[in-house]
């Protein structure tokens, strides 16, 4: 059953404009949530967190936000750039629990059109 | 800097060979992983351990088993590989319980099971 999960396969983004990415969690045990990037034939690369005590993480032209009643969140990345274009996993973790375990979702394949 | 290392990038093996992936991280994390991730399904847990000699399953164990006799090494078998563990192989590592910390992973194995 996943708990986490991004309803969008693919996204196309005009260079310079923002791209928003969306994911949905359905345990309300988790209190930490991470965006990875993924480019082909490479491991992810930790892009930006959120704690659940925040609603917002900004880093640069990357600003996550949570909102805990929904169950959601998204990634902004605004201006989007051609070097953006890769495949984003949102992932959410219980860390009280033993292990930290990550639960990922399926991924959204972003391409950023010059 | 973090540093995951998967032995091997590609890897071809028969039908019912025994297959070893190693994983190396270098930051003394209590944490190690190991996913696989197949399009459309995101990825996904197939075992991790939190501790030397500790393991747990994880989303997708069955055909696979673990082995993490050092706090820096976590080996992935396949105890007879089939063609549908033809797959991307991903290690990662992250710190212990209760941390505010992401997962770290390595560049991946393609494993290709013929």
């Known amino acids: 059953d996943q708990q986490v999960k991004q309803n969008s396969p693919s996204l196309s983004v005009q260079e310079g404009r923002i791209s928003i990415l969306n994911c949905d969690y359905t345990?309300?045990?988790?209190?930490?949530f991470l965006w990875y990037k993924k480019y082909p034939a490479e491991g992810p690369t930790f892009l930006i967190s959120?704690?659940?005590?925040?609603d917002k993480n900004e880093d640069g032209r990357f600003t996550v936000f949570l909102n805990k009643s929904a169950k959601h969140l998204s990634l902004h990345i605004v201006p989007s750039q051609p070097g953006d274009s890769a495949v984003y996993f949102c992932?959410?973790?219980?860390?009280?629990?033993?292990?930290?375990?990550?639960?990922f979702g399926t991924g959204t394949s972003l391409t950023v059109i010059p | 800097d973090v540093k995951v290392t998967q032995s091997s990038r590609y890897l071809v093996k028969r039908t019912g060979e025994k297959v070893f992936l190693e994983c190396v991280q270098d930051?003394?994390?209590?944490?190690m992983f190991w996913y696989r991730q197949d399009p459309g399904l995101g990825l996904r847990l197939i075992y991790f351990?939190?501790?030397?000699?500790?393991?747990e399953k994880g989303d997708i164990p069955e055909g696979y088993s673990v082995s993490r006799e050092k706090k820096e090494r976590f080996s992935l078998i396949l105890e007879s590989a089939s063609t549908n563990q033809t797959s991307m192989y991903l290690c990662?590592?992250?710190?212990?319980?209760?941390?505010?910390?992401?997962?770290?992973f390595g560049q991946g194995t393609r494993l290709t099971v013929v």
């Open positions: 990662a590592s992250s710190l212990g319980t209760g941390r505010n910390t992401e997962a770290f």
């Open positions: 345990n309300s045990m988790f209190d930490y």
């Open positions: 959120i704690s659940s005590i925040k």
């Open positions: 992932a959410a973790s219980d860390r009280a629990r033993n292990g930290n375990q990550f639960y």
């Open positions: 930051m003394d994390h209590e944490n």
């Open positions: 351990s939190y501790d030397v000699k500790m393991k």
